[in-house]
């Protein structure tokens, strides 16, 4: 998840921050859920 860092906001790998609100490139707040899905990382 490093590379994302300078384009997502995705603080860390941590467990904490799995489900933690991101921004996608649209400026949409979405889950990471949602964002893994919507990028399939």
Do not use: A, R, T
């Not at 941590?14 to 919507?38: A, C, M, T």
């Amino acid at each position: 998840m490093k590379q994302l860092e300078d384009d997502f906001y995705y603080p860390s790998d941590d467990l904490e921050y799995l489900y933690h609100p991101i921004v996608d490139d649209e400026g949409n707040l979405i889950s990471y859920q949602d964002f893994i899905e919507k990028y399939q990382l």
